[in-house]
Nanobody, 125 residues
Framework: VQLVESGGGSVQAGGSLRLSCAAW????????MGWFRQAPGKEREGVAV???????SYADSVKGRFTISRDNAERTLYLEIDSLKSEDTAMYYC????????????????????WGQGTQVTVSS
């Protein structure tokens, strides 16, 4: 199992980014997948999750600005980020929940077993 994130960068506040997470070694459709972020000096937090049937859930701080999606054929997880704010600055990680065929996903970091190496998002005001 391998997860590889890409798409981060430095952007001005109000801008947009699309993060990608390429998944190798397992069927993306079966598992809950999530995006997490960790800012310097803060704990890692879940920002968006998507279940095997496409049900999504978002942290309150990103609702309406972040969109998680999945392309099963391309084996890629995405995170569209709009209206970026300085507080969105963090390392962003994708991760897999090992439990299969769940309709509702956890956003607790301890529930996820495989993680990517992260991609940095820096927002300047």
């Amino acid at each position: 199992v391998q997860l590889v994130e890409s798409g981060g960068g430095s952007v001005q506040a109000g801008g947009s980014l699309r993060l990608s997470c390429a998944a190798w070694g397992f069927d993306l459709r079966i598992y809950c997948m999530g995006w997490f972020r960790q800012a310097p000096g803060k704990e890692r937090e879940g920002v968006a999750v998507i279940s095997s049937d496409g049900t999504t859930s978002y942290a309150d701080s990103v609702k309406g600005r972040f969109t998680i999606s999945r392309d099963n054929a391309e084996r890629t997880l995405y995170l569209e980020i709009d209206s970026l704010k300085s507080e969105d600055t963090a390392m962003y990680y994708c991760a897999r929940d090992p439990r299969k065929w769940r309709q509702y996903c956890s956003s607790v970091t301890a529930d996820f077993d495989y993680w990517g190496q992260g991609t940095q998002v820096t927002v300047s005001s």
